[in-house]
């Protein structure tokens, strides 16, 4: 009995240590869960604290941007009611295919039938705007190029009066989606433009002679072309800014011809191609007071009254400067920067064929140079930052969380960013963004902070 009645006792010590050590084990572990956040701020769970800043925007016309040796050449010209007037153009050498173009040859039986200058669209990135037929003007350079030269959108060429189009004042259709059949060849879709034949008669006078005998020579007989568009005036969205790939094989100029010397007067060709090796470039004009709406007049008036919309334009058209003023009032807080994203609305809608730019680009300005450069964070890469246009959102968003930080550290000047169209020197994009003060959808600057 004393054995029974000891072993009970143990039994129930036993069981009573446990029960406490259990108290004591769940106390413990329920302890941090209770008191996890209490030396937060109220109402951040997680230790995220997340600031909107004050934001400054204006519109700007930027310096001429370089266009020579880029992929793609423009020419053509709009109306945009909010941008106003668009033109382009395009500069180039045409070049010879081969050195002593006809020794041998006796050139006074050489006879023109038509000389046709060709521009290749540019796949299917070939107009900013509609395909409305649109006058085209070619004309002869009167000053050489250089291929040592930049040349820029506003470096408009000398050049001889006369337009070499042969139905000068003539429309032409665009037709970027159609394959000419020449010589029963179906060729890549391009822009065909006949030229006078007394230009090609004058060409062909030079065959075997020094003028032909390499493209130094001939560039001094022939300097090139400046081809562009004179659609007089215009209403909102008639015609638009055709697209070209001028290093396409497609994009010569070519004589037909025939040689009366020889009996069977077989129609012969000769080609002067515009190749890797030619200068070529795009001018532009813009003409921002023809605008219909009076918003962007208003937006370059006054660099400093309040900005509901805020614009850019490509071919070196329009830019916005971005002001972060009460960015530094971070610096001295006891915050570490988790995230900084800069948000751009696109307000209302647009014309499908004037769409807003696929991506914006962001710089800084170098205090010394004044050049663009690039930010922080931007040295993964531009997918880094981002930029890309949200067509379901209709935004953009940037990603400056380095940029912002160095700001705030004191390794970047505190003076800004700019926006800018991508393929700034190659398309005719354009996009009205909101302001800051923008009623519905104001551009903002979100900062999230961590507090622990």
Request: aromatic residues 8%; proline residues 6%.
């Amino acid at each position: 009995m004393a054995t029974l009645i000891y072993r009970s006792t143990a039994r129930t010590i036993r069981w009573s240590l446990f029960i406490v050590s259990l108290v004591v084990v769940l106390q413990a572990c329920r302890k941090p869960e209770q008191d996890l956040g209490l030396d937060l701020l109220p109402g951040d769970p997680l230790g995220l604290r997340i600031e909107t800043n004050a934001v400054q925007a204006y519109t700007f016309i930027p310096k001429p941007i370089r266009t020579s040796g880029l992929t793609r050449n423009l020419v053509g010209s709009y109306l945009d009611p909010v941008f106003g007037s668009v033109r382009a153009g395009i500069v180039a050498e045409l070049r010879l295919g081969a050195n002593n173009v006809g020794i041998g040859v006796d050139n006074s039986g050489l006879v023109a039938d038509s000389m046709v200058l060709a521009l290749g669209f540019d796949g299917i990135n070939f107009a900013y705007g509609n395909l409305n037929p649109q006058v085209f003007q070619v004309y002869e350079l009167s000053e050489g190029l250089s291929v040592d030269s930049v040349y820029e959108t506003n470096d408009v060429p000398a050049y001889l009066a006369q337009d070499l189009v042969l139905d000068r004042g003539g429309r032409v259709k665009p037709r970027p989606l159609e394959k000419p059949l020449i010589g029963g060849d179906s060729l890549q879709p391009q822009l065909r433009l006949r030229l006078d034949r007394a230009l090609a008669q004058r060409i062909l006078t030079g065959f075997g002679t020094p003028d032909l005998a390499d493209n130094v020579a001939f560039l001094e007989f022939f300097k090139g072309v400046y081809i562009t568009a004179d659609n007089g005036a215009q209403l909102p969205f008639q015609e638009g800014i055709l697209y070209f790939n001028l290093i396409s094989v497609t994009s010569k100029a070519t004589i037909y011809y025939k040689n009366t010397l020889v009996s069977d007067t077989i129609p012969l060709t000769f080609d002067l191609p515009i190749n890797q090796s030619s200068v070529r470039y795009t001018v532009a004009e813009h003409d921002h007071q023809l605008a219909l709406d009076p918003g962007l007049g208003m937006a370059l008036a006054d660099s400093a009254a309040p900005a509901p919309f805020a614009y850019v334009q490509a071919l070196g058209g329009l830019r916005t400067a971005i002001r972060f003023p009460d960015l530094r009032r971070f610096a001295d807080q006891r915050l570490a920067l988790a995230k900084a994203e800069l948000i751009v609305p696109v307000p209302g809608t647009y014309n499908a064929l004037l769409a807003p730019p696929a991506q914006l680009f962001m710089f800084r300005k170098d205090t010394i140079t004044g050049n663009d450069v690039f930010l922080p964070d931007q040295a993964g890469g531009v997918g880094s930052i981002d930029g890309a246009f949200r067509s379901d959102a209709r935004e953009y968003r940037f990603n400056i969380t380095r940029y912002v930080q160095a700001v705030l550290s004191g390794t970047v000047p505190d003076n800004g960013v700019e926006l800018v169209s991508s393929s700034n020197g190659v398309t005719a994009n354009r996009a009205v963004l909101s302001g800051p003060e923008h009623p519905d959808r104001p551009m903002v600057l979100n900062l999230t902070f961590t507090t622990y």
